[in-house]
């Protein structure tokens, strides 16, 4: 059983879904499963393993839920002797303590356009805790020299890489090509997925244009509220690495809920691709 856990919490993490680990951290007299017992739950509900059955494990799997949307361990105490029993549907006696852990995999932060803002970006955001994945047509800018560390390269016709991939919900992503057609391309399929932050670069009458054409193509208007541009908080950014820096600190403030809605950065951003 404890294997069966593990080798889904390691599967949880390579497909990039929370789960959270419950584990019988104390049990006294009587109780379903000792100490040590094991249950992964999923973010949707499914889980792994059990610690029990009853409405305990099903009061502790909702609490497990929660945990994953805070990111916040708990300790949860069952009392089942008793009157304090009923709460749990069973007598068995005794009482037990579970820890719940949230095990959320580093968020996907997938940078479109491998240029010299895209190799800073990267950068970056792998030390502030990001999977980065790295997509260009140009293979002498999408490779693992200008790119260490990268958890993927993908190389090829930007749209049709992206519409393939396997991007997980919540995942982030930089649109930073080359140019606008490209730009237009990779947000024209990026914009459709669930994402918990896509941004743009550019300057604001490129965005207009972006936001006309997609609107032109039957694109509403509640998924293009949902697009940061031009991205990075203005903070003066002139060279590709202070742009980095500003676009970093912003999916900082995404990632920890800090940023308000999407936004129109104050500084045009058009330098050094």
């Known amino acids: ?26 049990a006294e007299g009587s109780t379903p499963r000792g100490a040590g017992a094991k249950m992964l739950v999923y973010g949707d509900g499914r889980t792994v393993g059990t610690i029990g059955g009853g409405t305990c494990e099903h009061d ?6 929660e945990a994953i949307r805070l990111q916040q361990p708990v300790l949860v105490k069952y009392d089942l002797t008793g009157e304090a029993a009923g709460d749990c549907g069973a007598v068995c006696g005794g009482r037990m303590e579970v820890f719940i852990e949230p095990v959320v995999p580093a ?23 990001f999977a980065v ?4 047509d140009r293979e002498e800018f999408a490779n693992a020299g200008r790119f260490p560390g990268a958890a993927e390269i993908g190389v090829g016709d930007i749209p049709a890489w992206l519409a393939q991939a396997a ?40 965005v207009k244009s972006l936001f006309d054409t997609l609107r032109a193509e039957g694109v509403g208007p509640e998924r293009l509220a949902e697009v940061h541009a031009p991205i990075g908080f203005d903070i003066g950014a002139v060279t590709p690495a202070e742009i980095a820096v500003s676009i970093a600190a912003e999916l900082v403030a995404a990632r920890r809920g800090r940023l308000e809605a999407p936004h129109v950065a104050g500084a045009t951003m058009r330098a050094g691709r």
């Open 1 to 26: 059983m404890q294997d069966e856990v593990f080798g889904a919490v390691a599967r949880a993490l390579e497909e990039g879904a929370p789960v959270a680990l419950m584990t019988v951290v104390a």
């Open 60 to 65: 502790a799997a909702g609490r497990a839920r």
């Open 107 to 129: 968020p996907r932060l997938y940078v479109v356009g491998a240029g010299h803002i895209g190799q800073h970006l990267a950068r970056l955001s792998r030390e502030i805790g």
């Open 133 to 136: 994945h790295v997509v260009d």
């Open 167 to 206: 991007v997980p919900p919540g995942s982030y992503a930089v649109i930073v090509t080359r140019g606008h057609r490209h730009d237009l391309d990779a947000l024209r399929v990026l914009i459709r997925r669930d994402l918990a932050y896509v941004g743009v670069i550019g300057s604001r009458a490129k």
